[in-house]
């Protein structure tokens, strides 16, 4: 209440200063890979302005936290959770909770422990069609809902942003739709894992105060912003549109005083989808691939699909923790191995 009432008796919020403070606030509390911090921190702190003004665009982009254990994912959504607009944060959402919940009041989706929408069970397929719909406006789920003795279709809206993160990679699909920010493992001597997290400071109050104002404030000037093109010559289709709204409010960031700031952040949007390209074939897949080679140096004859999978589990119990015999066959048969049945001999 009290930052509406300011609002609406003229305060105007310092835009650079909002950028520079969600900068320092990432920077107080997480690590990031040195070789590319600041274009990884700019990019989530764009990516948090977007979401006070993501209405304006046509399209807007979900961000994949990944990065080994112990990197600080969980922690990226504890500071995201007091950042961005309306946040609904959880690791166990079911798919009406997330539609019903998106239509009633929008906001920002932290899905945690994203790993599981690979499972094959209808929840998880259910959540998966809400996730790839909700990257554009417009985006909907369908279902039927009981109206007395009948069933009414109804629609409910879940266009809006969304941070996913996950110890693997997140399907395909809706991998395509994200703009990936990889963790860092902090060193022993880091003291940023050690600094502790108020929710009760008045700066978080303050800051989303100053972005919810920036949204009302700047309204029009996002919606021509939706029109604007950057000029970098690795952006083109889909990466254009995940990249388009955070290069746009990049522009609108560095024209109210942060000089190179589009630059920064078009030399990570290159890096970016260079890494992608550079990860065709999933973790999963590969991992695999490494054990049966090992395995096969040992017993030239063959493997089982459940040996493989039991060395899998020990090496990587994150990764493997849902497969079963089946799937390693399906994985492996995916890349030409020779796959019979032999009674377990």
């Known amino acids: 209440p009290e930052g509406r009432h300011r609002w609406l008796h003229g305060y105007q919020p310092d835009v650079k200063a909002i950028f520079q403070r969600l900068f320092d606030r990432f920077l107080d509390y997480l690590e990031f890979p040195p ?3 600041m274009g990884t921190v700019s990019t989530l702190s764009l990516w948090t302005m977007l979401t006070y003004t993501y209405c304006a665009w046509s399209a807007v982009p979900y961000l994949s936290i990944g990065g080994p254990l112990g990197s600080g994912k969980s922690r990226t959504f504890e500071v995201l959770g007091l950042l ?77 942003p969304k941070a ?25 001597d880091s003291p940023v894992p050690k600094r502790r997290i108020d929710p009760t400071a008045k700066i978080w109050r303050e800051l989303r105060d100053d972005l919810h104002s920036m949204a009302l404030t700047y309204g029009a000037t996002f919606v021509k912003m ?18 388009q ?27 970016s989808i260079a890494s992608a390209s550079d990860e065709v074939v999933p973790e999963e897949d590969e991992v695999l691939l490494q054990l049966l080679k090992q395995q096969l140096l040992d017993k030239p004859w063959g493997v089982t699909p459940s040996e493989v999978l039991e060395v899998a589990k020990n090496e990587e119990p994150a990764l493997f923790s849902r497969y079963s015999p089946r799937g390693i066959s399906a994985v492996l048969g995916r890349y030409g191995s020779t796959i019979s049945r032999s009674g377990g001999k």
């Open 84 to 160: 961005v607009y309306n946040p609904m944060q959880s690791s166990n959402l079911t798919a009406p909770c997330l539609f019903r919940t998106l239509h009633m009041q929008g906001g920002t989706v932290l899905l945690d422990e994203a790993e599981r929408l690979k499972d094959r069970t209808p929840d998880a397929g259910e959540m998966r069609s809400i996730l790839l719909a909700g990257y554009r406006r417009g985006g909907q789920a369908s279902r039927l809902e009981k109206s007395g003795e009948d069933f009414t279709p109804t629609s409910f809206d879940v266009y809006g």
């Open 226 to 243: 939706t029109n604007w093109l950057p000029g970098c010559g690795d952006l083109n289709g889909r990466a254009l549109e995940l990249w």
């Open 35 to 37: 070789d590319d911090m």
């Open 245 to 271: 709204p955070i290069l746009a409010l990049a522009k609108f960031v560095e024209d109210a005083g942060m000089p190179g700031l589009v630059e920064t952040v078009e030399a990570h949007a290159a890096r």
């Open 164 to 188: 996913l993160a996950a110890i693997s990679n997140l399907p395909s699909a809706l991998a395509s739709r994200c703009i990936r920010i990889m963790m860092f493992r902090a060193g022993r």
